[in-house]
């Protein structure tokens, strides 16, 4: 069936959360009417409801079905499965009504450690827009420790020990496993992570949750999984090449994803790595992409995966079109050597990789 598979759409799964949106039109353009409050839609990687493809002949069929009849190569190419068997990415459009809570995810390590089911997760943010004036918390500052935060938590002195910074669209933030963070009132964004649901709760503003109990905290989790920097950190920076008529945009590159902005006036030949498939997210315009004699439309906020085993896809957009492009990297050759082709400095490059800890691409750089 390999030879069949073209660009998937994907069907996106709202879901609630307390301090989600009523009105999901200023991050979706268009309006889910539902009882509750939606905090996410999820797309890629969604592992409770599935991946449901919207258009062609795989019309209704999910990405898992695809995986288990296929076996991994001609979608994911050489990416790999979570240890659970999941799609290796879970993508997100997140609108925060109210501030989620500040709260951290464990690494492999502290994942081993902690047990209970613990999976890893890093995560970044692209973000779609804010408020005047909204933050997000992104780190602690400078001295802080793991058991003066597990202490705050406790006795409400946390909050003056996180460091906050105002976001605004078209912002890239690289949210590395250890680091405390939040994301606060007023900021609609686009999450790239690992499928990975393992979140460790530090403080949640004692607010119930949509059963009306209390959420459940998760200190002395979160006291194990805690890193800390020696400066504060740094938002990504946007390092562009182009492509043929693609002008791309590399935003944040980790060994366990890469995102970019690609954009297109008119048509363009969009390369798909064989090691990876490719995931677009519209940011703005909307067009079309064609392989494999299928052709799918695009709009503003649509998903759609493009198998690894494609090797190429043509963009059609008349009125100009954006995506935020994600895959799993093979970082010397996605990342380092393109960049430095570009006339990118090693500086530069390493930025995409965060300016704390996780950062993959130092150690190939230097």
């Not at 990415?89 to 997140?94: D, F, Q, R, S």
């Not at 492509?243 to 791309?248: F, S, Y």
């Not at 944040?252 to 997210?281: D, M, Q, Y």
Request: include cysteine; aromatic fraction near 6%; proline fraction near 6%.
């Amino acid at each position: 069936m390999s030879e069949q598979l073209y660009p998937l759409r994907l069907v996106g799964r709202p879901v609630a959360r307390v301090w989600g949106e009523q009105d999901t039109t200023g991050l979706l353009g268009r309006n889910i009417v539902k009882d509750e409050p939606i905090g996410e839609v999820w797309t890629a990687g969604d592992w409770e409801a599935g991946d449901r493809v919207l258009d062609g002949p795989l019309a209704g069929r999910t990405v898992a079905e695809l995986l288990h009849e296929l076996g991994d190569a001609p979608l994911l190419g050489a990416a790999r499965r979570t240890p659970a068997g999941r799609f290796p990415l879970l993508v997100k459009w997140i609108g925060s009504a109210k501030d989620l809570s500040i709260q951290v995810h464990p690494d492999a390590e502290a994942s081993a450690r902690i047990g209970e089911g613990a999976e890893p997760k890093t995560e970044c943010w692209y973000i779609l827009g804010a408020e005047p004036g909204a933050e997000i918390i992104f780190g602690l500052k400078v001295g802080a420790t793991a058991d003066a935060v597990a202490d705050g938590a406790l006795d409400g002195s946390l909050e003056p020990m996180m460091n906050r910074i105002q976001v605004k669209r078209g912002d890239a933030v690289f949210v590395p496993s250890g680091m405390v963070h939040a994301i606060c009132a007023g900021v609609r964004l686009l999450e790239v992570q690992e499928n990975s649901d393992t979140t460790y709760r530090l403080y949640d503003y004692n607010r119930p949750g949509l059963d009306g109990k209390p959420r459940q905290l998760h200190v002395e989790q979160a006291h194990g999984s805690i890193k800390t920097g020696r400066e504060l950190p740094a938002l990504g920076p946007s390092l562009a090449i182009r492509d043929g008529d693609c002008e791309r945009r590399l935003r944040v590159a980790c060994k366990r994803f890469w995102t970019e902005e690609i954009e297109i006036r008119g048509s363009a030949a969009v390369a798909v790595p064989g090691h990876s498939f490719l995931f677009f997210s519209v940011l703005d315009g909307a067009g079309a992409v064609s392989a494999n004699g299928q052709t799918v439309p695009l709009g503003r906020a649509d998903s759609a995966l493009l198998p690894a085993s494609l090797g190429c896809a043509e963009v059609h957009a008349p009125e100009g079109l954006t995506v935020l492009a994600c895959g799993v990297p093979d970082l010397e050759k996605d990342i380092i050597a393109p960049l430095r082709a570009a006339g990118h400095a090693d500086a530069e490059i390493a930025g995409l990789g965060g300016n704390l800890f996780g950062n993959d691409l130092l150690e190939l750089l230097t």
